[in-house]
């Protein structure tokens, strides 16, 4: 049995800061990748560069990064990270600025090399990457996955390179900007790692460990999430600072969990509904869980895994994740290239520990 779980992580708050002479540690001069707005309105953009500055460490800001970023984006940006000699990258805010940060320290890295490196296994340097979450969904800052969108092939893949953040500085604080929708499909996105972890032919004890623990911490939340999805306002109107603590804990688990097994069908069937009708990642994963669930051969480990959520069964999970989240009306056509691409994709299949038909895959649109 193994496990490789590298980064440095810290969680408090006011983490930034706390640990800003490691942060500065990693290089000369830093670019900061962010998304369009939201990492100016909660404060993290703010207080990565008031870190870096205390610590007399350069940095350049590179806020162009889109939900699901596209290779392009991280092409723009390798331009940037060369003329301005960047030799460390700072990912802050959702898994799109996070994923987008380690793959610009790869390209810049490797200047002389173009964009088909990221789907190449190859053995190439890459800068060091400390990473500042500011969802509680993809689990990035742990995890050595970057998932680009593709837009030649109308899809989303993981860049075939591993890249380990060196550091993960994460304040619950900077969750309390989101609204309910961004909080509770992210949640979900934390859910599904813990879940397709747990079922999957790389698991074992240790990240079995993880995942039992991030479920607990559902487990502990999901009335409260409901609440906010019922009240509609603010989560931070509903939602303790102990929740918002609690969902930072659950994403950097499961982020944790999915490092030693990676993801699994929900994610793989997740990725051309997200391309096609712009559904956000976490709510696109969301809804082939039940199926997931439903489908699974080992009935005792879908049984353990209710269990530490405190359901009933899979019809109570089912009724609990449709109000959560809302259904997904996928057209027959999408559905069939969907099932299809994922019959002919042996990297996410070969995580299912039994063989999989698409008669039953087809079941999983509900
Ligand atoms: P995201 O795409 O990073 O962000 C979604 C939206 O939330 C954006 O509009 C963003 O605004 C906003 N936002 C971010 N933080 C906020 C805050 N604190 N307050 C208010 N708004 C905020 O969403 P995500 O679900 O975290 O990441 C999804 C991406 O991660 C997908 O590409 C997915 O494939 C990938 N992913 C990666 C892994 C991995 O292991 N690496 C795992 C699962 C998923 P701005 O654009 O203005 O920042
Ligand atoms: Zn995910």
Same mark, same amino acid.
């Given at each position: 049995?193994?496990?490789?779980?590298?980064?440095?992580?810290?969680? +408090?708050?006011?983490?930034?800061?706390?640990?800003?002479?490691?942060?500065?540690?990693?290089?000369?001069?830093?670019?900061?990748?962010?998304?369009?707005?939201?990492?100016?309105?909660?404060?993290?953009?703010?207080? /990565?560069?008031?870190?870096?500055? %205390?610590?007399?460490?350069?940095?350049?800001?590179?806020?162009?990064? +889109?939900?699901?970023?596209?290779?392009?984006?991280?092409?723009?940006?390798?331009?940037?990270?060369?003329?301005?000699?960047?030799?460390?990258?700072?990912?802050?805010?959702?898994?799109?600025?996070?994923?987008?940060?380690?793959?610009?320290?790869?390209?810049?890295?490797?200047?002389?090399? $173009? %964009?088909?490196?990221?789907?190449?296994?190859?053995?190439?340097?890459?800068?060091? /990457?400390?990473?500042?979450?500011?969802?509680?969904?993809?689990?990035?800052?742990?995890?050595?996955?970057?998932?680009?969108?593709?837009?030649?092939?109308?899809?989303?893949?993981?860049?075939?390179?591993? =890249?380990?953040?060196?550091?993960?500085?994460?304040?619950?604080?900077?969750?309390?900007?989101?609204?309910?929708?961004?909080? =509770?499909?992210?949640?979900?996105?934390?859910?599904?790692?813990? =879940?397709?972890?747990?079922?999957?032919?790389?698991?074992?004890?240790?990240?079995? !460990?993880?995942?039992?623990?991030?479920?607990?911490?559902?487990?502990?939340?999901?009335?409260?999430?409901?609440?906010?999805?019922?009240?509609?306002?603010?989560?931070?109107?509903?939602?303790?600072?102990? /929740?918002?603590?609690?969902?930072?804990?659950?994403?950097?688990?499961?982020? !944790?969990?999915?490092?030693?097994?990676?993801?699994?069908?929900?994610?793989?069937?997740?990725?051309?509904?997200?391309?096609?009708?712009?559904?956000?990642?976490?709510?696109?994963?969301?809804?082939?869980?039940?199926?997931?669930?439903?489908?699974?051969?080992?009935?005792? $480990?879908?049984?353990?895994?209710?269990?530490?959520?405190?359901?009933?069964?899979? %019809?109570?999970?089912?009724?609990?994740?449709?109000?959560?989240?809302?259904?997904? +009306?996928?057209? $027959?056509?999408?559905?069939?290239?969907? /099932? +299809?691409?994922?019959?002919?994709?042996?990297?996410?299949?070969?995580?299912?520990?039994?063989?999989?038909?698409?008669?039953?895959?087809?079941?999983?649109?509900?």
């Amino acid at each position: 049995m193994q496990i490789y779980m590298p980064t440095n992580v810290y969680s +408090e708050n006011n983490c930034v800061m706390n640990h800003r002479k490691e942060l500065a540690a990693l290089g000369n001069k830093a670019m900061l990748v962010t998304g369009r707005h939201s990492s100016q309105a909660n404060g993290s953009l703010e207080d /990565v560069k008031h870190a870096l500055q %205390e610590e007399g460490t350069a940095y350049v800001v590179f806020d162009k990064v +889109e939900e699901n970023p596209s290779i392009e984006t991280v092409m723009q940006a390798r331009e940037l990270g060369i003329q301005e000699h960047v030799d460390f990258v700072v990912g802050i805010g959702g898994g799109s600025p996070m994923d987008a940060a380690k793959a610009i320290a790869l390209m810049v890295a490797n200047p002389g090399e $173009d %964009e088909g490196i990221l789907y190449e296994a190859r053995e190439l340097g890459c800068l060091p /990457v400390a990473e500042v979450p500011t969802t509680a969904g993809t689990g990035s800052e742990v995890t050595p996955y970057a998932i680009l969108t593709i837009h030649a092939r109308r899809t989303k893949q993981s860049i075939s390179y591993r =890249i380990y953040p060196e550091l993960a500085l994460i304040d619950s604080r900077y969750l309390k900007t989101e609204s309910v929708d961004t909080l =509770i499909n992210t949640t979900v996105d934390a859910l599904a790692h813990l =879940i397709e972890s747990y079922l999957n032919a790389n698991a074992n004890s240790y990240n079995r !460990m993880y995942s039992e623990k991030g479920l607990r911490l559902f487990a502990e939340m999901k009335d409260d999430l409901l609440q906010c999805r019922r009240f509609g306002g603010e989560p931070k109107q509903t939602l303790s600072d102990d /929740v918002f603590d609690k969902l930072m804990q659950m994403s950097a688990t499961a982020g !944790m969990a999915i490092t030693h097994t990676s993801t699994s069908l929900p994610h793989g069937l997740s990725y051309p509904v997200t391309y096609e009708m712009g559904v956000p990642h976490g709510k696109a994963v969301g809804i082939f869980l039940p199926g997931f669930l439903q489908f699974y051969q080992a009935k005792e $480990d879908v049984r353990a895994l209710l269990r530490e959520m405190c359901f009933a069964s899979v %019809e109570d999970f089912t009724e609990y994740l449709d109000e959560l989240l809302g259904k997904v +009306e996928i057209s $027959d056509d999408l559905w069939k290239k969907d /099932v +299809e691409m994922i019959m002919g994709n042996q990297a996410k299949l070969k995580n299912y520990p039994y063989v999989m038909d698409a008669e039953t895959l087809y079941k999983f649109r509900r």
